[in-house]
């Protein structure tokens, strides 16, 4: 039907009350938390965006799924449901469960890395640089030009640069065991990669003999893109794009609490059977048994139905129209922000918005706290707390400093995305009045999640 108004391709059954909050109680819990929201409690948040992973509402059909739980510790019935779905979806030979995705990159990582070797990638998130480093080896971020500049339009932002990608493998290729692209490419502003891009990444992997793995984690919404944008593709199924873009690649890290529409969860999946064993005894160590890694038989099953219905073109129209919506309310309002807007989340420009605060004095810091004290939304920073910290301890200014909104899947109604875009516009207008930030104390790696900060 060609109308105008978004409508949720669902029915509400069950809801979950909210606590409203006055500002001055806002202040005394952001106080109280050190000035990091990661850091409040969840029921004195409003509208939490903090992140799309694993906060997102489950259907009907995932809840009558946990029913079906096989818990048997080996060999589960579940197992074998979630194996076939994944494999008809991917189309790798092995497949091996996690109880999330940075898990699923622990053992890839710690399997296949030494000391001294290089992963490029379009943009490694926070986590997965982290599990690189931790291993004393580089991760390497290769993105377009067009995906460092947060105002310009492009429309596959996430793209890999394919000539600096083959300098990197010419120069470097006795220190690179794979290429890895992000889709969507969550740092870059939920950007996503296309077909092209990705068979030219493709190529060069060929060439150079080097396997190609993606970190999938939005995969259907950056099929989803491919359809809306990319030539020739505009006929063809989400599904149908997602398995093309699986079999472009050896394997994938995942993390079922985004595009798997589950609480919790993940999985590694690839060809290489070296490789596969290696990560099979390692995840019996820290995991569990190949047939659960860490996961209840429910969760297995509420996967396997999350990962068939996050294809299905209603629900992913709805998702990425949704989070369009707040992006074309703040740019009509002239909030500056990534352009186009992102598939799971709105990335706010804070170093744009607030000029007067230098990068080291942390401005998404700043404007992440003023839209929780004059809103009580919580998103998160994306930028020089984020990625700042280098491995030897010293600092310098992120490429971006952003504030993520992620939009949590099927959660909030259009009166709630109405109500974020007003507070964000409010803080906006007032932005001249906001400060920087000093850390107080802060951890030497994956700092953002536990640092306390102070005003200046």
């Known amino acids: 039907m060609n109308f105008r108004t978004i409508i949720e391709p669902f029915r509400i059954k069950s809801v979950e009350s909210v606590k409203f909050t006055r500002r001055e109680d806002r202040e005394a819990a952001l106080r109280e938390a050190g000035y990091n929201v990661f850091r409040l409690r969840a029921e004195d948040v409003l509208i939490d965006l903090l992140t799309d992973s694993g906060t997102g509402a489950m259907s009907a059909a995932q809840w009558g799924a946990l029913m079906q739980g096989d818990e048997s510790y080996a060999g589960s019935r579940s197992f074998y449901r979630f194996e076939s779905v994944v494999r008809d979806l991917t189309g790798f030979r092995h497949i091996i469960p996690t109880h999330q995705g940075r898990a699923a990159e622990r053992i890839l990582f710690h399997t296949i890395l030494r000391p001294g070797l290089v992963v ?51 120069a470097d290729g006795d220190r690179i065991p794979l290429v890895m692209v992000t889709i969507t490419n969550n740092s870059g502003g939920g950007q996503p990669v296309s ?127 949704s989070t369009e919506y707040l992006g074309d309310k703040l740019t009509a309002a002239g909030v500056p922000s990534i352009r186009p807007s992102g598939g799971h989340a709105i990335y706010l420009d804070a170093r744009a918005l607030l000029p007067h605060v230098p990068p080291l004095q942390y401005p998404g810091i700043a404007l992440v706290n003023a839209l929780y004290v004059e809103a009580g939304i919580r998103g998160v920073e994306i930028g020089t707390v984020m990625f700042g910290l280098r491995p030897d301890g010293t600092e310098s200014p992120g490429a971006m400093d952003l504030v993520r909104l992620a939009i949590p899947r099927r959660v909030y109604t259009q009166s709630h995305i109405d109500y974020v875009a007003e507070g964000v516009i409010e803080v906006a207008r007032t932005k001249d009045r906001l400060r920087g930030y000093r850390i107080a104390s802060a951890p030497k790696m994956l700092r953002h999640f536990t640092a306390q900060f102070e005003p200046l």
Not at 126 to 149: S, W
Not at 244 to 268: P, Q, R, V, Y
Not at 276 to 297: K, S, V, W
Request: aromatic content about 8%.
């Open 120 to 170: 490029p990638n379009n943009n490694h998130f926070e986590p997965t640089r982290a599990n690189i480093e931790v291993e004393a080896c580089e991760a390497r971020d290769l993105v377009i030009p067009e995906g460092r500049v947060p105002a310009l339009v492009h429309p596959f932002k996430g793209n890999v640069d394919l000539a600096a990608l083959e300098r990197t493998l010419e």
């Open 195 to 321: 077909l092209e891009n990705l068979r030219g990444v493709r190529a060069l992997c060929d060439r150079y003999r080097k396997p190609l793995f993606l970190d999938a984690c939005r995969f259907a919404e950056n099929a989803y893109f491919v359809k809306l944008r990319e030539a020739g593709q505009s006929g063809r199924t989400p599904k149908a794009i997602a398995q093309e873009m699986f079999s472009l690649a050896d394997g994938c890290t995942m993390s079922a609490k985004k595009d798997g529409l589950a609480n919790i969860g993940g999985f590694l999946a690839m060809n290489d059977d070296a490789w596969a064993e290696a990560a099979r005894n390692l995840l019996i160590l820290t995991e569990g048994f190949p047939t659960y890694g860490g996961l209840a038989g429910y969760d297995l099953e509420a996967i396997a139905r999350g990962l068939e219905e996050v294809v299905e073109e209603p629900y992913l129209r709805y998702r990425i129209r």
